[in-house]
Each structure stands twice: as structure tokens, then as C-alpha cells.
């Protein structure tokens, strides 16, 4: 059974650092592209980012696009994503999400974990 | 950036009628679109790839078409656990887009 756990959220001031982690088991992790969504409180889905089975291949948001570094360890089963300078509006849940191929390109998100709630407050 | 306007905001409808929920594209790709089932306090749930594919273990009564700009979700036989909000999402162009969700609710 697929699992993704995400943590390493919590309340942060402006300007402030986070990194987020999402423990993947239940499937071969470095076969599968992996992605990074959030959802503000009492809002839609908003993508955030992808990476590729390897790392090799990064994309993002252009609202995150040099705040935000997504990156995989695949030898511990874990996707990251460091988020930097935040902002009010960075407020969300974040969730990590399994895609169905090695490349994110062209790819569902199959599996979705259950969140890690980031507040940017002061 | 391909933006996805769903509509209705909301739909009102009865146990055992049907849903059709739109999903409209700013620009045409190909089928690259998925529909996806978000409960209060859950994470969302992969419904339909492909615009028309079920997910595994996604009931039959779930459909998706459509092509180009214009897509449908159509929910047949709506049942208790079926009221929930859904979003379109095209995963074909960079940024991934999502629609700001169709909400169903009971008549």
C-alpha cells in the first residue's frame, strides 16, 4: 500500500524558513516523479511543484520559482521541499503527491498524502 | 499558463440523479486531464486520467469526456459519499493547473 507522510510544517514569521519532508513507502520511490500541492485554508488546489524519478529534472510555480527548492533522497525513500523568504500567502496545507511515471511530465497524481499545515504569520 | 474554469460553483442535486461537471480550458491540449474528489478534512483522491480512464478502484458510475478546451465529469446514480467538491486539473502544459472546484451537494 502506497504511503506518503509529510512533516515539518508549522507556524513561521515572515521572511522565515521551512523544510518539509514527505516519507514515501509502499513502492519503489525512485521509479516515480513526485509532486508538491498546496491548498490555503478554505481554498482550491494549487500546484507547486515536480521532480523526476532521478531528481535530475526540477519545475516549478512561477509564484514559489526561487523561494522554494524541491529535491529527493531516494536512497531514504524522502521528497523535500525547502521553502524560503515566506510569505503571508504561502499559508496552506501542503501535500506531496505521487505521480504515476519517472518523469512528471505528462502525469496524474495518483497517491496524496494527508498534508503538513504551513502558517506564515508574525 | 492554461487556466481551468469549472462550472457550476456549485450543484444541488438529489441522491440517485445525475452530475455533470464542467471543466473548460483557456487554451486546447490534448487529454492530458484529471479529475479529482476532495471530502472536508481529506486529501483529494485521483478520480478520472486521460480526461476518460478511472482511477483504480474509482466506481463506474464516475465518467469523464471530452477533448480540446471543453471536458465533463459526469457522476450517474449519485450516492451519500459522492457529495463532496471536485477539481480539474491539466497536467499537459507547465504550470499544472487546477480549476477552483465544482462543490456537489444535496438537494
Known amino acids: 500500500e502506497v504511503q506518503l507522510l509529510e512533516s515539518g510544517g508549522g507556524l513561521v514569521q515572515p521572511g522565515g524558513s521551512l523544510r518539509l519532508s514527505c516519507a514515501a513507502s509502499g513502492f519503489t520511490f525512485s521509479n516515480f516523479a513526485m509532486s508538491w500541492v498546496r491548498q490555503a485554508p478554505g481554498k482550491g488546489l494549487e500546484w507547486v511543484s515536480s521532480i523526476s524519478g532521478s531528481g535530475g529534472s526540477t519545475y516549478y510555480a512561477d509564484s514559489v520559482r526561487g523561494r522554494f527548492t524541491i529535491s529527493r533522497d531516494n536512497s531514504k525513500n524522502t521528497l523535500y521541499l525547502q521553502i524560503n523568504s515566506l510569505r503571508a500567502e504561502d499559508t496552506a496545507l501542503y501535500y506531496c503527491?505521487?505521480?504515476?511515471?519517472?518523469?512528471?511530465?505528462?502525469?496524474?497524481?495518483?497517491?496524496w498524502g494527508q498534508g503538513t499545515l504551513v502558517t506564515v504569520s508574525s | 499558463e492554461i487556466v481551468m474554469t469549472q462550472s457550476p460553483a456549485t450543484l444541488f442535486v438529489s441522491p440517485g440523479e445525475r452530475a455533470t461537471l464542467s471543466c473548460r480550458a483557456s487554451?486546447?491540449?490534448?487529454?492530458?486531464l484529471a479529475w479529482y474528489q476532495q471530502k472536508p478534512g481529506q486529501a483529494p483522491r485521483l478520480l478520472i486520467y486521460g480526461a476518460s480512464t478511472r482511477a483504480i478502484g474509482v466506481p463506474a458510475r464516475f465518467s469523464g469526456s471530452g477533448s480540446g478546451t471543453e471536458f465533463t465529469l459526469t457522476i450517474s446514480n449519485l450516492q451519500s459519499e459522492d457529495f463532496a467538491v471536485y477539481y480539474c486539473?491539466?497536467?499537459?502544459?507547465?504550470?499544472?493547473?487546477f480549476g477552483q472546484g465544482t462543490k456537489v451537494e444535496i438537494k
Open positions: 486539473q491539466q497536467y499537459n502544459n507547465w504550470p499544472q493547473t
Open positions: 487554451h486546447t491540449f490534448s487529454s492530458n
Open positions: 503527491a505521487k505521480t504515476s511515471l519517472w518523469s512528471p511530465e505528462y502525469s496524474s497524481l495518483v497517491h
